[in-house]
Nanobody
């Protein structure tokens, strides 16, 4: 397993942008598929976006398509989530996740709060 530390959350007005970053420890980062999830209190964790280990496959939740972009830098062991045109319903704790199997993530960060005001 690897350790993941998110940063970049905060408070932003609707229509604004935020960039989340996730720093990943370990020498095998390039072998992991990476993803972002989010969770609102009282609700299940929700998939946001994922990018394959080599970067060739990317997928997004319908709710964020066209607004969010996931990227990774295998040289710097980081994955980012650029969030544009933010909406109040994007308010959540955002988690970075890593997994060796596509769609299955077994290492998680501690989460970073994103709050979008109307």
């Amino acid at each position: 397993q690897v350790q993941l530390i998110e940063s970049g959350g905060g408070l932003v007005q609707a229509g604004g942008s935020l960039r989340l970053s996730c720093a990943v420890s370990g020498r095998t980062f390039s072998r992991y598929h990476m993803a972002w999830f989010r969770q609102v209190p009282g609700k299940e964790r929700e998939f946001v976006a994922a990018k394959s280990s080599g970067g060739g496959v990317t997928t997004y939740a319908d709710s964020v398509k066209g607004r969010f972009t996931i990227s990774r830098d295998n040289g710097k062991n980081t994955v980012a989530l650029q969030m544009n045109s933010l909406k109040p319903e994007d308010t959540a704790v955002y988690f970075c996740a890593a997994g060796s199997s596509w769609g299955r993530y077994d290492s998680w960060g501690q989460g970073t709060q994103v709050t979008v005001s109307s």
